[in-house]
């Protein structure tokens, strides 16, 4: 009997099965490594949102996430159409144009993804770049969703009776947030956590701000 094909990373493939991490496998099938792959169908978005709730508990890295284009592509794609959707459900008084908007959205994601590819290029393991934003981006795609949630059945961003609730709702979703993305670049990166966390919160800061800019342009 000849050896077992294997994936880019080295895993067996079985009669089924491509590598979910790596994209890689003979004739597009799963990967049977049990951490990584599971077969066609339901079970892989059972997995895929297994993965993202485990990683927002803060029990897996990004790793077990696909790193093919598409996929991040399409992360990113409902992530930015999440925030758009929260953000014009809930705060009806904002007077930034829909147009502005998503720029600063986009802006915003964009400027995320290069400062995580520059500080993965750093520590010299920029191939782990797709399953890292993949992680992110996904992370951010269900609290924003959670967000919206909890603000909506708290009455809305426009009730001001609600002001404090929304308040603190939005604190537990930010601490929530920067824990997540430093639990995400604390595997990716191989740095200490805190370490991790302290280079969110600055990824975000200048997110924020460069998107601020795209608004005002």
Request: contains cysteine.
């Amino acid at each position: 009997m000849g050896a077992r094909p294997k994936c880019a990373l080295g895993h067996g493939f079985g009669k089924r099965a491509f590598c979910t991490s790596c994209a890689h496998g003979p004739r597009g099938h799963l990967c049977d490594n049990p951490m990584l792959v599971t077969t066609f169908g339901n079970n892989i978005l059972r997995i895929l949102v297994s993965t993202v709730w485990q990683i927002l508990l803060l029990r897996r890295g990004p790793q077990g996430l696909p790193s093919a284009p598409l996929f991040v592509a399409l992360i990113a794609g409902a992530n930015l159409l999440v925030s758009l959707l929260v953000s014009t459900r809930f705060d009806s008084n904002s007077e930034i144009p829909t147009l502005a908007l998503i720029a600063s959205i986009a802006v915003s994601l964009a400027t995320q993804a290069a400062l995580v590819y520059f500080a993965l290029w750093v520590r010299n393991v920029p191939n782990r770049f797709n399953p890292t934003l993949a992680a992110l981006f996904a992370c951010d795609l269900v609290l924003t969703a959670l967000l919206g949630i909890a603000i909506g059945l708290a009455g809305g961003f426009d009730d001001q009776s609600a002001s404090l609730t929304n308040q603190l709702i939005a604190l537990a979703h930010l601490i929530w947030f920067v824990a997540v993305g430093g639990w995400v670049l604390h595997h990716a990166l191989e740095s200490s956590f805190f370490v991790a966390v302290l280079l969110v919160i600055g990824i975000y800061i200048f997110a924020l701000a460069m998107s601020t800019q795209a608004v005002a342009l």
